[in-house]
């Protein structure tokens, strides 16, 4: 029986896994080195991991962070977010604006990270208003948002390129000296660890799948739906800052153009793959998780085999197809009833024999 | 108080009686151009033309801007409803336009074409102000191959597929491919993504494949590109390793020229005011323009600038941005 609620409770990590796992075992047919990783020396002089798999998991970061904040807000308002690129690329500029404001120390970094983040989570409150207080579709509400966010961007700093350097950014987007592993990879683990501890000791989880599977259900048994919803869109707010201040930081240089361009159909994606229904309802971060990870394998497989570049958007769209058809709840419905089967009739020579 | 604003009021008015008369000498000039936000060309463009088409240098001049060719298109209109002298239109696309200038040609206003063409009849303009991206391209192939590299492992980073500066740039390249002279490790568009630049050249990276050339075609992605070596340990710039080639002349890339990490970096003119201007003073004396090719286009002076040679003096005249 607990294993039974353990399969239930797991399953729809089933599509994200198998995904990863065809990818992996793919690139072991191709380039058994595919997944090697060692250790080299950057030119700072410092130690670092390098590879494919660190390649994946570093450049995953921003849509691993975005597609967590992405599955609350799917799973509260049962719509998507479609702003998150435009709202990244805004965070990103506050960064870069405070940090030209004079010398770059950890703590004007931090500052800067601080009002980036206000900023973030405000713009965040202001979707989400629209979205519970008005109810506004949340697709229509964000996609204000996300035509004029990056106009706004560019008006924050009042210039195409604006750069920034320093050693703290570069080691916030690349690597601390003495630590091999990328900062970003880092950022996203803190941040998961924040997440399931938010999980853990209160009981968000729970009122955002309530919101989401039934609202007058929930408005009812005295949850206020509306600031849930809110809540949603401004946790994704905060997300959306992170995933700026990691692009600003990994080249030390905003381009509010194609900051994270299009990343927010990706972070869709990822929740999508990850098992999630796009009604909203019952969620599970890490399948969104896994599912932004195999969206970042696929991209860099395509890389390494050198897939033209005219072509490499109909071979992503051919495996996410594949990838979403696996997903769907007809597929699903056949595989349980083939699986039921074969079991049952396990069973039955089970016992047959002990008979 | 109420006499100091009678006082005031009066003298707004007969200063704007003034500068209406005033105007009259002046050429009144409308300009139809994208916003400054698309990019920083569009925004060392935006500022060269407000720059140039000043009250001092006896213009008129009206401003429009706008990345939607319909807004384009009412706006061109409309500075033809108020009686402008000279359009000058950068088109957002390069149909449907050409109803409006059948407009502006039977109202006698004289249209200009700059940095982008116009697919129309040759007869409703007077001239167009272009780049040669193709030119570019072979400009800062040529450079390449004077480097005389034993060999030429090539990582291509493209931009948006299809858009004029990735098929100008990329052809003078595949043209090397082609003929052998220079190999392709990769070529592989990350549409004018820094991150995506990274990305691509990181894969290249863990193959382990050699390479010793980075195209790039913006700065941003050879920008990208640089930070997958550096994480890498790999060498860049001159006497490095790997040479790094970039495009657009960004103030920040040349700084990086300058300081020896990057090798080239090749100039997209956003400079076209001042040819503008010399023609329409040209019209207005009543001479002819000269110069024009078969397609009625100027082709805009552009430079290439080596590593080696490059000058704060350069960095001030012909970089963008900041």
Redesign the interface.
Known sequence: MKQKRFLANYSQLLIPLIAILLLVIFNLFR?P?FFSVGL?????GDP?L???LI?ILN?ASELVILSMGMTLVTAASGGQDISVGALAAIAGSVFVKVLKGGDITILTVLGAFLACCAVAMAFGAFNGSLVSFFKIQPMIATLILFTCG??IA??ING?????VASPILNALG??IPGIPV?TPILIVILMGILFSLLFRFTTLGLYIQTVGINQSAARLNGINSVGIKLLSFILLGACCSVAGMI?VS??G?I???????NIEMDAILAVAIGGNSLGGGKFKMLGSVLGAYAIQAL??TL??M?????D?KAYKAVVIVLLVVMGSPVVKEWASRIWKKLTSKQEISVRKEAA | MRKLIVLLLAMVMVFGVFSVAHADDLIKVGVVNN?????????ANVNDFANVFTKENGYDAKFFYSIKNDEQLAAARQFITDGVDYLLISAAETTGWDVVLKDAKDAGVRVFLFDRMINCDKDLFEAAVVSDMAEEGRTAVNWLLAQNLPEYNVIHI?GA?GSDAQLGRTGALDEQFAAGTMKKV????A?????EA???T??V????EKFNVIYAEN??MA??AV?A???????HGVGKDVVVMGFDC?K?ALRELLAGNWNYDGQCSPFQAQVISEMIKVLEAGGQIEGLNELKQIISVEKGFDAREITEEDIATYG???
């Open positions: 380039d080195g080299s020396t950057n030119n700072n670092v390098q590879g494919n390649s450049g990056r106009s560019y008006w210039g195409a390129t604006p750069t690349s690597f990328p692009g990994r080249l240089l381009n509010h153009e194609t900051l994270l361009i991209t860099i890389y390494a050198k897939v033209p570049s005219t490499v | 916003p400054p936000s698309e990019s920083g060309y569009r925004e493209q597929m990769v070529q592989q568009t549409t004018w993504d820094e991150a990274k990305k691509i990181e894969a990276i863990n193959s382990g700065d941003g920008r990208g930070a070596l550096d994480e890498a340990g790999i060498t960004n920040w963008l941005g900041e």
